[in-house]
């Protein structure tokens, strides 16, 4: 017999007065006041026409997958977690919980204490959410929100398909790697064939469904109809501002000079620009002669944390809210309240776009370094990435990039498979080549340094904007290290714990202090996985002159793939893998070197960005005789040709022809030894 969907408030009445008895029946509490006005907000939006026909796909679709196609905005992110929850509480949660995942962890956060809000419960009980370095659920959570990243690694490391009886794929138009990836393993799997009959709901936009559709085998498919009433209505400025920050202040307050009715969203490019837009904001609202309260200013961006919070709170009175985000909101949240769109029609990207975006997003698989993907792919015990299911194959010199970069990490045996190092490799939740600099301080005694260095580069890289005066300058040049970024971020996070972690103190040196205390939690993440998988630890040392050198040895055992050399004595630097030539980014603790020094003649670097300026961040010189002595030998030899590959093995030849003259030097030592005796 079929399974019905639980009679809720919203079946039963629409005000607390005609069901003032009426319970929520996921904690058996009676709903509150705040329940039903957030219920006419739910009723009135597009999507909830398609509630029943949506519950009956889930309950009866052939294959266990329902894909949702919708607009932007019809209220899929938040309905359909929902339905999702009614659907498994006629089941009585037999088969476990329901899980949502987001591209971005911020979505995955703010969308969680939006159904929270919409559904009456208490976050972090019957509803949750799992990030980095903050998992905000119990043993009885029922509805999950979870970044796709973090799902693709449970998924790798189980059996089956992990504790949800319930997979609701949202934003899958995102086209994240984790995303894709999560699809073409529950694709292979055949999700008919599993103990319980788990479901999965592919939710996206309306441009992608043609593929999703063949894709999936053309799965019971719900279409949200479009909003009915007008378009909004566009006003352009005459003239492109010079400072959108400034522009998109003064529109806002020509907003609240008119008193027209509604919240405002501000789209900026960037978390900078987010932060002098409402530093700005908050400065100049005071000033205006409002009759009502004064508009509250809100920042949206990853690094607000659990302060999002705020953006849907009932302000005082009745007070306008102003919310300053970037692209990342059209992911995050939505507000019924908003009625006013404010955009600098700007979006940053580390890589060159054309003038034009695409309409949608190109698939990261297709771009991404898939080391960690393949790396997560064969503990999964798939020999054979390439044989994989995939919305869009990656090229097959990616996958073959990747496996070679693997090898050279010493992550596969002579059989392609994971070797003891890479199962290791691939239980942190690093970069492969950041988790195999982690592991080899160990052998060099520097385990302390490396553990603030790897959570430092993951969550907190350094300074978030330039420095607004002289003094804030100063300030960050007290920070840096005469040893490079890598060392400078040491610095910082050591400052960071003896200010006890200040916020003030981190707004006076442009750190982000959300990031900051994010660093000090997967550093102690990764210090208790170490000890799970008993990997010696080492007492903090760093300043010494032998510590320094054993930070640079772990950091180059993992990160010699990513040297470049400078070709000129100008700076400018061409990578040893690629035929690119990069800059150093304008944050380098190099190039804020008072008096000017001449630029280091080989680095060690983070991240590579190509666009008009190709960019290096987080850069640390090295000697070539340490990349010589540490980089596998036949990674030298396979580099493409330059002068840089020439320099190395000529160095290669030199030190081994030392090393050959001083062995047997000690032989015939030791050979006259035993004459004399």
């Known amino acids: 017999m079929a399974s019905q969907p639980p009679r809720l408030a919203e079946e039963c009445s629409s005000s607390p007065r005609e069901s003032e008895l009426a319970v929520n029946p996921f904690d058996g509490l009676p709903f509150s006041s705040r329940y039903y006005e957030l219920l006419e907000q739910r009723r009135a939006l597009p999507i909830w026409a398609a509630r029943f026909t949506f519950l009956e796909h889930l309950e009866s679709s052939p294959t266990g997958v329902v894909l949702v196609s919708g607009e932007p905005g019809s209220g899929k992110s938040t309905q359909i977690p929902q339905w999702c929850a009614e659907f498994a509480l006629a089941r009585g949660f037999q088969n476990g919980q329901v899980t949502v995942t987001q591209p971005y962890p911020l979505a995955a956060l703010s969308l969680a204490v939006q159904v929270a809000d919409e559904m009456d419960l208490t976050l972090g009980h019957e509803v949750g959410y ?19 990243r973090l799902l693709l690694q449970e998924v790798a490391s189980s059996r089956g398909v992990g504790g949800w009886g319930v997979l609701v794929l949202d934003e899958a138009q995102e086209r994240s790697v984790a995303s894709d990836s999560l699809q073409g393993l529950l ?15 592919v939710v996206t936009d309306p441009a992608l469904e043609p593929k999703l559709q063949a894709f999936w085998g053309n799965p019971p498919t719900v279409h949200i109809p479009k909003e009915p009433g007008g378009s909004p209505t566009p006003v352009y400025r005459d003239t492109i501002p010079i400072d959108p920050v400034e522009a998109a202040c003064q529109a806002v307050l020509e907003l609240c000079q008119k008193e027209v009715p509604g919240d405002v969203l501000v789209y900026l490019s960037s978390e900078e620009e987010i932060s002098l837009c409402c530093e700005s904001l908050s400065r100049e609202v005071g000033t205006l002669a409002l009759p009502g309260p004064q508009p509250r200013v809100l920042p949206l961006h990853p690094g607000c944390g659990q302060a999002i919070q705020a953006v849907y709170e009932d302000t005082d009175m009745g007070a306008r809210k102003v919310v300053v985000t970037h692209w990342l909101a059209d992911f995050s949240f939505s507000l019924p309240s908003i009625h006013h769109v404010i955009d600098s029609g700007l979006e940053l990207r580390s890589s060159f776009l054309e003038l034009e975006a695409p309409p949608l997003p190109q698939p990261r698989v297709c771009e991404e370094n898939l080391s960690p993907l393949v790396l997560l792919l064969k503990r999964r015990q798939i020999a054979e990435p390439g044989e994989c299911h995939f919305l869009d194959r990656p090229a097959p010199e990616a996958l073959m990039q990747a496996l070679e970069d693997l090898d050279y990490l010493a992550a596969l045996d002579d059989d392609g498979d994971l070797s003891d190092l890479g199962v290791i490799l691939s239980e942190f939740p690093l970069s492969p080549e950041l988790a195999k600099a982690l592991l080899a301080s160990c052998e060099f005694d520097c385990v302390d340094e490396m553990l603030t260095l790897a959570a430092m580069l993951t969550v907190a ?29 040491i610095q910082v996070y050591e400052a960071f714990i003896q200010s006890g972690a200040n916020e003030a103190w981190c707004q006076a040196r442009g750190l982000n202090w959300a990031a900051l205390c994010q660093a000090c939690k997967l550093r102690g993440e990764l210090q208790e ?16 002159e032998q510590n320094r050198r054993n930070l640079q040895k772990a950091l180059v055992s993992g990160y010699f793939l990513k040297v470049a050399r400078d070709t000129d004595g100008t700076g400018n630097y061409l990578l040893l893998t690629h035929k690119h030539v990069a800059q150093l980014s304008s944050n380098c603790c190099y190039q804020n070197r008072r008096p000017p020094a001449r630029p280091p003649q080989w680095v060690l670097y983070h991240s590579f960005s190509i666009s008009k300026d190709n960019c290096l961040s987080i850069v640390s010189e090295i000697q070539p005789q340490m990349l010589v002595e540490l980089a596998p030998p036949y990674f030298l030899s396979n580099l493409p040709p330059s002068e840089s590959r020439d320099l190395l093995n000529q160095l290669r030849k030199e030190m081994a022809d030392s090393s050959a003259e001083s062995e047997s030097s000690s032989i015939q030592e030791f050979r006259d030894a035993c004459v004399l005796q």
């Open 130 to 148: 799992s990030i980095p370095q903050e998992n905000c659920t119990e043993s009885d959570t029922l509805l999950r929100f979870c970044w796709d």
């Open 187 to 201: 694709r292979d799997i055949k999700l008919r064939n599993l103990p319980g009959d788990p479901k999965v709901v």
């Open 461 to 489: 890289p350094g300074f978030t904007r330039p420095p607004l005066c002289a003094e804030e300058a100063a300030l960050r040049r007290g920070l840096e290290h005469p040893d490079g970024d890598h060392s400078s971020l």
């Open 529 to 544: 996985l170490m000890q799970q998988i008993e990997l010696p630890l080492t007492q903090p040392a760093f300043g010494s």
